[in-house]
């Protein structure tokens, strides 16, 4: 392990290797699975489901879209844009495909998800968590979709690093990298709101210690978690721009859409609409849950959707009650809220919690505590768990 005051990149090496040799090992699996099916583990990574309409946004722009039988319109206004604006600048600069570039900003994104964990819990919890936290983030049952060229491991690298920059009082930088988190997935407004929340508390405990003459409003916070030192003192107007930078890449494609629709600027709820997805309190979720205890086999499934959402919370309320940093909590809470509240596609809620590492912090701290060899096993189990359903996962017949 590196000393503390190593670069952080020095520090975050453990936890890179590490997640690249999970990595490997999930697409080593997947590979020898399709293998055995007769079928590309390349393509099953690269060109179906959302991937597809990634690569034909790159290679037509917008205006596409499929009716089905019962009248519902899939549109590819639903994707939003930096993913495909990404694959179609290395297609125009490399002889990459638009499916190989998406394939590749995935991996170069993983990687820069990673680190980026790594910064925060290191930040928040010391480096031997950081690695830690970034290796249950690659053992993850769907991490899978780390390699894929979907747009999750681009927006958890942006997240990730805009908290850290949070984090370490870097505002302009967290309101760009929120800019650019929010042109990536919808759930881009959690940034903007962990960001902004940050913001406002900063401002009020500047007007607070205002009598204090001669300290800056940080200097005598408490250190927002455990151990982790308080965000240095940034000025006024970096913060404030910071805050003005965040939301512009979900507010201007929302916009955007809503102009192209007609619909103004609701015209992306539309859109949304038409894939039947929306936001319902978990209503849809709730029933889809218990309608799975209408038979003997499909009730496990069904326990085993309560099991895992009561662990999401209870993984929530001890980050709360472990004082996390308040950028994390709104980040998090906003992620799992918009992730189990959504009444569709309940096959792509554990993709869509992904990005919501923060929740494994607990997790990480007390693994980080164990001994050596202990961590590595558990770690080594559930890596060859998930690369296993990973591909059963990817094998299958419906969409992650």
Known sequence: MAPPHAPLLRRAAPALLGYAAVRALGLVVLAVWSAARDKSAYTLLTARWDSLWYTRVAELGYGYEVRLPNGDVHSNLAFFPLLPWLERLLHAVTPLSYADA??????????????????????????????????????????????????????????????????????????????????????????????????????????????????????????????????????????????????????????????RTGGGPLGYLDVQAGWRNGFDGGYAFARFVADKFTSFPSALAGLGLILGVALLIWLYVTGVRGRQPVALLVYTGVVLALALCASSYFGSKPRLLMPAFPVLLPLAGALARARTTRSALVVAGLAVAAAVYGAFWLNGSGPP
């Not at 394939?103 to 994104?109: H, I, K, N, R």
């Not at 998800?113 to 925060?120: D, K």
């Open 102 to 259: 998406g394939f590749l900003v995935s991996l170069l994104a993983s990687l820069a998800a990673a680190a980026g964990i790594f910064a925060v819990a290191d930040r928040v919890y010391g480096p031997r968590a950081g690695v830690c936290a970034v290796l249950l983030w690659a053992v993850l049952p769907v991490g899978i979709v780390q390699s894929m060229a979907y747009s999750e491991s681009l927006f958890t690298a942006l997240a990730a690093w805009s908290l850290y920059a949070v984090l370490t009082g870097r505002w302009v930088s967290a309101g760009a990298l929120a800019a650019l988190a929010g042109l990536t997935r919808p759930v881009g407004m959690a940034v903007v709101a962990a960001v902004w929340t940050a913001g406002v508390i900063s401002f009020g405990r500047e007007r607070g210690t205002q009598r204090a003459p001669g300290a800056h409003p940080d200097e005598d916070a408490p250190a927002p978690a455990l151990g982790a030192p308080a965000a240095p003192y940034a000025p006024a107007w970096r913060r404030a721009l910071g805050m003005l930078l965040a939301p512009l890449g979900t507010a201007g494609y929302v916009l955007w859409v809503g102009h």
